[in-house]
């Protein structure tokens, strides 16, 4: 993947003119990239030690990232700030296909042999001065313009497993309009017109909150070859809860005890309801599940709506699915936020493409992870070995900064105990 990567990067324009380039588009990508992969925002400048001292030349960014050379922040910034973020898509892909070669899909198998990908939109930046050509901006008090940056994010998700897969993102840029339902609508629309046909192969459902369940976006996922199941609320499908109201659905209660609590799951469904007003609405499939607590008092609630068959034997199961959207918060973007790789920190911002093709190669190292642990003994070892996933990069980023290792092999040698280094006296 990272030979990929490195390729990848090898390929991108080059502003420069002459033969004056000390470092390569090569050096310049996978310069930025190691500090995310790495998790931390010195590695190049440890590096840099290692290289001038007892490295004698060599350094981790040379081992590890197959790097001949070590640019300058400053350096890194100016010349990826005119790359398009899609040029480094195909490394999606990649990963991907690493990720099914090693049989790491299986986990995300659902209802049946579909996968469920969940859209849903974050925001990743927001300055009162700092601001780029493709900056969103909208009005603040007294006077002031927040400038900020979204994107939609597609991840498959299951239920059952906190594991997440990020597929390429679709960002949000301010010709997209102003409301923010009309930039994440059209995101998703794109982003299916780009992508879906291209993961059609795994019989996705695509899961959205209630934003998604407009017939437009359900058209998209059906011509991208997919299948959606979208958060479908009361009060923003007024017709169809019409056809709900005064109909004797079809139920099915399942008892479920959690620990010494009881619950009571209560889940309703009908076919062939209209998704909107009108004559050329089209028909969906509507299911209901709510949870009351031993008490009788309903928690929770959730209504969906799909194209999926919905009947007594699988309700359960398209209910849990619809369900699995949350992963997105929890496993995706909390992770991406809080869990060290600092998604909202402002990295460089450039003046037009810089916090995008970032943002992108801060995904793709959060997707190298994730593949890594499904496919690589080593890494799930390491991962144990440290307890958590923060514990983990805290030691790959303090003994690569000390440490030279002749490869990757040699470093998780290292952090599964396998082999000791021994200074000579
Ligand atoms: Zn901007």
Redesign the pocket.
């Known amino acids: 993947m990272i030979r990929t990567l490195r390729e990848t990067c090898a390929r991108l324009p080059d502003k420069r003119t002459g033969n004056n380039a000390r470092y390569t588009m090569a050096d310049i990508g996978m310069a930025a990239y190691s500090v995310f992969f790495m998790q931390s925002p010195s590695f190049l400048a440890h590096q840099r030690h290692l290289q001038e001292g007892p490295g004698h030349g060599r350094s981790n960014c040379e081992t590890l990232f197959e790097m001949m050379g070590i640019p300058c922040d400053n350096h890194i910034r100016a010349m990826l700030d005119p790359v398009e973020p899609k040029l480094f898509f195909p490394v999606f892909d990649t990963a991907f296909e690493a990720m099914d070669e090693c049989g790491g899909l299986e986990a995300f198998r659902q209802l049946g042999g579909h996968v469920l990908i969940a859209l849903d939109g974050t925001e990743y930046?927001r300055s009162n001065d700092?601001?780029?050509?493709?900056?969103s901006r909208r009005a603040r008090s007294g006077g002031k313009t927040e400038?900020f940056?979204t994107f939609l994010s597609a991840t498959m998700v299951a239920p059952g497993h906190n594991r997440v897969v990020s597929l390429p993102p679709e960002f949000i840029s301010p010709q997209d309009g102003s409301e923010k339902q009309d930039c994440e609508s059209r995101a998703a629309r794109r982003w299916l017109a780009g992508h879906g046909r291209h993961y059609a192969k795994l019989n996705p459902v695509y899961l959205g909150d209630d934003l998604f369940s407009r017939q437009p976006i359900c058209e998209a996922v059906q011509a991208a070859g997919g299948h959606f199941l979208f958060v479908c609320k009361p009060a923003s499908h007024k017709t169809l809860q019409e056809w709900l109201d005064g109909v004797d659905l079809p139920k099915r209660v399942v008892p479920i005890k959690r620990g010494k609590k009881r619950f009571t799951y209560t889940y309703r469904w009908i076919e062939a309801v209209p998704l909107r007003d009108g004559d050329d609405a089209m028909t969906v499939n509507w299911l209901e599940i709510a949870i009351a607590d031993a008490a009788g008092e309903v928690t929770y609630r959730n209504s969906f709506v799909t194209d999926l068959p919905v009947n007594a034997d699988n309700v359960v199961e398209i209910a849990a699915a619809g369900r699995a959207r949350w992963k997105i918060e929890n496993g995706s973007f909390n992770v991406l936020k809080t869990k060290g790789y600092n998604l909202e920190h402002n990295f460089g911002?450039g003046k037009d493409n810089l916090?995008a093709v970032l943002v992108t190669l801060n995904l793709l190292a959060f997707l190298f992870h994730t593949v890594a642990e499904f496919a690589e003994d080593r890494w799930r070892k390491a991962l144990a070995i440290a307890g958590t996933r923060v514990a983990f990069f805290s030691k790959l980023r303090d003994i690569t900064a000390f440490v030279l290792f002749p490869s990757w092999q040699v470093l998780f040698d290292t952090l599964t105990f396998k082999i000791s280094l021994v200074v000579p006296p």
């Open positions: 930046f700092i601001r780029c050509g493709n900056c400038y940056h911002h916090a």
